[in-house]
């Protein structure tokens, strides 16, 4: 759980026995767990996680090359074992291999999914594995009418969500069976390209190939976060924008690349009439934090509302790679290059000492999160 301090806190993950037994989930909050002697609360370890995520890894890599495997999460990866067959063995000889491994070396229990192709290795893994005392269940192409039709309900299903099955009720689909046997032109209409990928899933059929890596033309940079409690001095607010754009900002010098687009969005307190609001701006390409924070700061002032605000996200895109420094008519070259090198100084004493080395004295201010979301891993303590 992390911030188990506050009545807000967050569940990250529980075991079965405490979903069992008080219906206590991933994202339930720190007020909805009893008093029980028998509950044990810990604290989020991302730094231990990702060390023994990398130990994981290091025993896949014995059976396959790196170029068949996909690291889908942190507890979660994908395997391509059929050009390991000749060293050792048969898929479920080798699915065996590696549980006993990681059981041996690292003291962990491991579920296996197994199909002909991802989606149906995916799904017998969240339905089937989880429930078997080997940890392992196998799905094939055969087995496509007799247990994925059968999956109930549907966001059981990999890549349906709770937002697409009222979708697809909408188009009177309720059972994975109905989804195989709608006409794909009516999903693909209603849904455009999601729809017909999902009419392919629902019959099994993936023609994903992991050794084919998707490299994007073009990625967007961003920082979100919920605050601790309601802002209602809108100047705290800014100091909280300050240090997230000033962050991306070092992420666009350190992959040398420039935005031409600043999107701010901010949500209200529950407690508000008002939900938020998103809105953005195109803007010469830059990667200047002083130029992005202000026109992030512009748009904050040009559109929020006098009300308290809970959460804020900020997204640069149109991201180029940058050719170039450009000069301003209302500012000398000098004034650039020097804004320019101090801000790549900062950011390579931030890289070897951390990015609390060098802050702004307005992140000692009250409502300031920049200084212990410096500490953090993923959002979570370390």
């Known amino acids: 759980m992390s911030n188990q301090e506050n009545q807000g806190g967050l569940v990250l993950a529980a075991t079965p026995r405490m979903k069992d037994a008080f219906n206590i989930k991933t994202g339930s909050r720190r007020y909805e767990i009893p008093e029980d002697s028998r509950i044990v609360v ?24 790196p170029e068949h495997l996909l690291i889908y999460s942190i507890d979660e990866a994908i395997l391509d074992v059929s050009y390991s067959h000749s060293l050792f063995g048969d898929t479920m000889t080798i699915a065996k291999r590696i549980q006993q491994d990681i059981l041996t070396e690292l003291r ?3 579920t296996i999914g197994i199909g002909d192709n991802p989606l149906l290795a995916k799904v017998a893994l969240d339905v089937e594995a989880k429930h ?16 994925l039709w059968r999956v109930k309900p549907m966001t059981e299903m990999w890549g349906i969500g709770r937002r697409t099955e009222v979708q697809l009720n909408r188009l009177g689909i309720y059972t994975i069976y109905d989804l195989a046997h709608t006409e794909p032109n009516l999903l693909r209409h209603a849904m455009g390209l999601v729809g017909e990928e999902l009419f392919y899933h629902a019959n099994g059929i993936d023609h994903t190939d992991l050794a084919e890596k998707y490299v994007p033309l073009s990625k967007s940079f961003g920082k979100s976060q919920i605050l601790e409690r309601d802002y209602s001095d809108h100047l705290e607010v800014e100091i909280v924008i300050r240090e997230m754009v000033e962050d991306i900002a070092m992420r666009l010098r350190r992959e040398q690349v420039e935005t031409a687009v600043v999107h701010l969005s901010i949500g209200y307190s529950r407690y508000s009439v008002f939900k938020g609001f998103g809105n953005q701006m195109k803007i010469h390409p830059t990667d200047s934090s002083k130029k992005l924070i202000a026109y992030v700061l512009y748009l904050f002032r040009k559109h929020v509302a006098n009300e ?9 895109g149109k991201i180029r790679y940058k050719e170039g420094t450009q000069l301003n008519l209302f500012e000398s070259a000098v004034q650039t290059v020097n804004q320019e090198q101090l801000e790549r100084t900062i950011d390579k004493i931030r890289d070897r000492y951390g990015f609390q080395s060098l802050m702004h004295a307005s992140s000692l201010a009250s409502g300031a999160t920049g200084m212990r979301r410096a500490t953090l891993v993923g959002g979570h303590k370390g």
Do not use: C, H, T
Request: proline share 6%; net charge positive; charged share 20%.
């Open 42 to 65: 810990a604290e989020p370890r991302m730094k231990l996680y990702l060390q023994v995520n990398e130990m994981i890894i290091a025993i896949f890599k014995r059976y396959v090359a």
């Open 108 to 110: 962990l229990y491991v």
């Open 132 to 147: 078997q005392q080997s940890g392992i269940a196998e799905w094939r192409y055969a087995d496509v009418p007799s247990k």
């Open 308 to 316: 308290p605000i809970r959460s804020l996200s900020v997204q640069l």
